[in-house]
């Protein structure tokens, strides 16, 4: 466990095992893990942190650029 940082579940369990000549399915190593109470650590989900409605005063658009598009391109 040491050295997989209690991330591996049964899919990723079952998949080192069958590597290692071992016949076992991920059913069976997961139903093994509840009953032991075992659990992988499941990863932070994304997080938005911008703030699209601030009250922030927005940059003044110096170089003037126009992206307005005139039409549909034809190359490519």
Avoid: C, W
């Amino acid at each position: 466990m040491k050295k997989s940082n209690q991330i591996y579940g049964s899919p990723r369990i079952a998949k080192k095992l069958k590597e290692k000549n071992h016949n076992v399915s991920r059913s069976y190593i997961a139903r093994i893990m509840k009953r032991l109470n075992i659990r992988s650590k499941t990863r932070e989900k994304f997080k938005v942190t911008t703030d699209s409605s601030h009250s922030y005063q927005i940059a003044p658009n110096l170089l003037n650029r126009d992206f307005t598009a005139t039409g549909v391109s034809k190359n490519g």
